[in-house]
């Protein structure tokens, strides 16, 4: 299975309908030798590989789930130097590289160079690969040289919002904007740069950039997460992701509204998409508000009522009257 943005710049392939006999052949022909150069043994006899790929300008990003196997690289062929993270998910790896070898655990990271020929043994794994131009990474830390084949640990906090970032862009193959692609390049070069110790001048940009943006995109995933729960508050997401209350406060100001608010217009919006769903009719309206975290209905009704212009009952009717509508031949 090949899938491709229509400007070429992101696909997902897979080899999950292909024959098992047929999978290393069909996976070095279109995605191993084109894509990356990698020849590849597999060391399980159902083989299987997926990958969800995106370019970002120079940025090559591939996220990796694939069977036991051992990879080999022969080095790069271009005169511009490039620069490989490899962040383990999922699994174990031993890489040899460079006349060094070194084991990368899960959450773990290490950085690679095209110059040099790779072997990487590996388990049952689920991997990101990011590829990107030396002189990008030499701009923001000090002395690259030392920072190849060193493995970064898992619990390094650019590491961890790194994998949910990079988790994001190559979950499909849609077209990005312009805009979005330029943003999301400097986020990911960002948290590249923190992870492997960058600059002082430029850990402080990537701080209120990149590692401000994963921070506020974990926390949102967080607060959907747990709408329901009411472990919403700033103290609460504060302890869970390492930052103090008022840091968070003022991450959502940054975006021009409060927690509170965004919490509030998360709940409502949960309520409103349930009482359109006919498999939530049967449930009563005081049940989704409680069920989304609503503490009480009068606060519910009318904030429900300001944001919509509408009321619950309103709204559940119009989509049943809308549902029992007769088609029209």
Known sequence: MFVAS?????????TRDVPIGSRVAIYCDLFGRQAVGFEIDALDDEF??????????????????????KVAWRGATESEERLALILLQHGKGIVSHGGREATVGAGSAIVLSSADPLSMLRTRSCYAYLSLPRTT???????????????????????RHLAGYLDLLTSDAAVMSPELTSISTTHVQDLVALAF????????????????AARLRAIRA?????????????????????????????????????????????????????????????????ALAY?????????????????????PSDVRSAAQRHCRLPERG
């Open 137 to 159: 990474l030499a701009s923001m830390i000090s002395n690259v040289d030392a920072k190849i084949m060193s493995v970064m640990p898992a619990d390094t906090e650019a590491l």
């Open 222 to 286: 967080d607060i959907m997460s747990n709408l329901g729960s009411g472990e919403v508050r700033a103290a609460a997401l504060a302890a869970r992701h390492g930052v103090t209350p008022r840091y968070i406060q003022k991450l959502f100001e940054s975006e021009g509204t409060t927690l509170s608010r965004f919490v509030l217009r998360q709940r409502l919006a949960n309520v409103h998409r349930m009482l359109t769903d006919p498999r939530h009719a049967s449930s009563s309206i005081g």
């Open 291 to 311: 069920g989304a975290g609503f503490g009480d209905l009068s606060t519910f009704n009318r904030e429900f009522r300001r944001c919509y212009g509408a009321t």
């Open 197 to 212: 110790g960058a600059r002082r001048d430029a850990a402080e940009v990537a701080n209120g950039r990149g590692l401000r």
């Open 48 to 69: 299987s590989f997926d990958v969800g790929s995106r370019a970002l300008g120079r940025l090559r990003v591939n996220r990796i789930a694939c069977t036991p196997a």
């Open 6 to 14: 229509e400007d070429r710049t992101a696909f997902r392939f897979s």
